[in-house]
């Protein structure tokens, strides 16, 4: 039996597509300004990868100089979502439940935040940890393993829901915690899961 769900925000509570025009405005014309030193195709590569990746990643995959990291890093810190912001409508099903609910998110603190505080999902969470690569070097698999131990939970009491095989779906696998993957588009027809489907409300019956 379930005890309790960890869920990933970006992309797995909302969309990131339904933001990324207001809020990638300064970051799009950051990557345009890197034209010295990627190709066309490279930046517009990246800017794709920006709605998916931890920017961390980003530099490192498309080798920003580390003028332009620290530069992209300065603007992210800073950056703060202002304008109001709607869940997957399915959302819905998962917190209307009665589990104990955790939420583990990568990015810059400020900025995961402001999206939480827009989203009004704060109420939902016993506890919501961001890993800010610029703050701490914790992974998301530190936070899994750090939450079951803190309230003694195995690994088959547990749920991860998100987005990402690379990310909280690969640190839950590590950690032999059953995972559930949200993947709308059908991204990832082949990768390590659980369980896997188009529709978040599925993973309700998986925990309740
Ligand atoms: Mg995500």
């Not at 920003?64 to 620290?70: L, M």
């Not at 698999?141 to 803190?150: V, Y």
């Amino acid at each position: 039996m379930k005890k309790a769900i960890i869920l990933d925000l970006d992309n797995t509570i909302y969309p990131v597509s339904s933001i990324a025009e207001d809020l990638f405005t300064k970051v799009l014309a950051f990557l345009d300004s890197l034209a010295d030193e990627l190709s066309a195709d490279e930046i517009s590569k990246a800017k794709e990868d920006m709605k998916r990746r931890p920017y961390q990643q980003v530099a490192a995959q498309y080798n920003f100089s580390e003028v332009a990291k620290s530069k992209g890093i300065e603007l992210l810190k800073n950056l703060e979502y202002s304008l109001p912001m709607q869940p997957y409508e399915e959302y819905k099903y998962i917190s209307d439940t009665t589990i104990v609910k955790f939420l583990v998110t990568t990015g810059f603190t400020k900025l995961q935040w402001s999206k939480i505080k827009q989203l009004s999902i704060e109420k939902d969470f016993k506890a919501i940890y961001i890993v800010d690569p610029e703050v701490s070097s914790d992974t998301k698999k530190d936070i899994f393993a750090m939450i079951m131990s803190t309230h003694s939970y195995k690994p088959s009491e547990l749920l991860i829901i998100g987005d990402d095989p690379e990310s909280e779906i690969k640190a839950a696998t590590l950690l032999g915690i059953d995972t559930f993957l949200f993947d709308p588009e059908n991204r990832y027809p082949n990768a390590l899961v659980t369980y896997s489907s188009k529709k978040l409300k599925d993973a309700v019956p998986l925990f309740s």
